[in-house]
């Protein structure tokens, strides 16, 4: 086992809906994307967080494993899980060993990269976070384009990985009927996915919004 530490935001040890059955949900610390509708603001910053060596995190999680039964699992989730890749593959090279059924939680606006595509065989499910199907419409809504993020979908139908798709549906943003047929359209062209997600958008987290100083 490597030094690496993970940089950890926060951890739920009884989630229900990041994957399926009962999950110990883990929150990286750090992203590079700027959702403007986004409510975990306070893990954007990728030099803060607790840190966690994947032992450390591992022994933490085992637990909590008579709780998950045989449907549940791990699920990473952000910030960006992919950012701290090289560390997940150690965390998740341990979670396999011990049979928990792992799951990541990314927009996949990233570079694919050998440490992604390594973590990519150690994953059971990827939950897709499709910000918007449109490239412009995308950019201003978080601040890049959406073409890494339906390349890394692309790569997973191929690759195999079963892909639950997810998409918040923002009134006047993200709910234009051309739009949602253009990403039914994409979904199509998926061979693995398992499951789509219309998640209601919701305000929750405009208290950090106020406290960091930021615009709403």
Request: charged residues 25%; glycine residues 8%.
């Amino acid at each position: 086992m490597s030094n690496l530490l993970g940089k950890i935001h926060s951890l739920e040890t009884f989630g229900a809906v990041d994957g399926p059955g009962i999950r110990f949900v883990i929150f990286m610390q750090g992203c590079s994307l700027r959702c403007k509708y986004c409510h975990n603001r306070d893990s954007w910053n990728l030099n803060a967080g607790t840190k966690f060596s994947a032992d450390e995190l591992f022994q933490k999680i085992k637990r909590y494993k008579k709780y998950f039964t045989d449907s549940g699992g791990v699920t990473v989730t952000g910030g960006e899980p992919l950012l701290q890749a090289k560390f997940l593959v150690e965390l998740f090279r341990l979670l396999k060993q011990e049979g928990f059924h792992t799951a990541l939680d990314t927009a996949g606006i990233v570079s694919i990269n050998k440490d992604i595509k390594e973590l990519l065989t150690l994953t059971d499910l990827v939950l897709l976070d499709i910000k918007h199907i449109d490239d412009e419409k995308c950019k201003d809504l978080i601040g890049s384009s959406n073409k890494l993020g339906l390349e890394f979908g692309k790569y997973l139908s191929e690759a195999g990985i079963p892909v639950w798709i997810r998409q918040v549906i923002i009134p006047g943003i993200t709910d234009d009927e051309k739009d949602l047929l253009a990403l039914k359209d994409y979904i199509s062209s998926l061979k693995t996915v398992e499951k789509v997600e219309l998640l209601a958008f919701h305000q929750l987290g405009a208290h950090k919004w106020k406290e960091l100083r930021r615009n709403i």
